[in-house]
């Protein structure tokens, strides 16, 4: 069972397949339902002050989770990469580049241990130090996106497009398979540190029969 009393839960080892994809080319996988906190939002990814603000009110919540959840149960676990959900009222904001358009859920895994009062506690303790109006849209939510095609993708996000391209014109019609819910990304590495051209992000969409 994972996050047992002693054992750090890291949900990157737990769910390997879900985080370390192969980069050469789409592949199904089955993902389990898994819970996040999560923020809603829409604006540029990086540049709106409402994504900003989202980014930096989930990681002082999930700290505040783990470092008590390590103080009072004897369980700890290794804070867990940025994600996001992603989509548009119209889908040709993506490929017109209409970034202010895109709509957006950011996400942060927390263990299945990590219930709603852990994470109230965990917002009242985030509130104290710095009191952000995006701690009033948090919530803890299960997402459970089942089968779904996903890659791993090496360098800038600006070059995703063509990797995308490919999944929704060939790989996805040559599968017999169609959209399951809104484009999922896992952010690997820190953009803050990472060169462009080193960035990770797994690129993951839900799918189902056509």
């Known amino acids: 069972m994972s996050g047992e009393a002693g054992e750090k839960y890291d949900v990157k080892r737990a769910h390997r ?5 192969t980069a050469k080319d789409w592949a199904l996988v089955d993902v389990p339902p898994l819970q996040y906190l999560a923020i809603d939002g829409q604006g540029s990814p990086g540049v709106s ?3 900003l603000e989202a980014v ?22 290794v804070v867990a990469p940025l994600e996001g959900l992603w989509w548009a009222d119209d889908p040709t904001a993506f490929t017109r580049g209409d970034r202010d358009a895109w709509k957006w859920t950011l996400l ?12 109230d506690r965990a917002v009242a303790a985030a509130r104290a130090k710095r009191d952000s109006p995006a ?6 939510q299960t997402i459970e996106e089942g089968s779904s095609a996903q890659v791993l993708h090496l360098g800038p996000f600006a070059d995703e497009a063509p990797t995308l391209a490919r999944l929704h014109d060939e790989w ?5 398979v169609t959209f399951n819910g809104p484009h999922h990304e896992v952010y690997l590495s820190d953009p ?3 060169a462009p051209e080193k960035l990770r992000t797994v690129l993951r969409q839900p799918v189902r029969p056509a």
């Open 108 to 119: 942060i895994h927390q263990p299945d241990w990590i219930d709603h009062d852990a994470i």
């Open 192 to 194: 803050r540190r990472a």
């Open 56 to 77: 930096e009110t989930l990681y002082p919540v999930a700290y505040a989770a783990k470092f008590a959840s390590k103080r009072e149960l004897g369980r700890d676990f």
């Open 49 to 51: 002050p409402v994504y």
């Open 17 to 21: 397949e879900l985080y370390a994809p």
């Open 135 to 140: 701690l009033d849209r948090l919530r803890l």
């Open 172 to 176: 996805m019609p040559a599968h017999g």
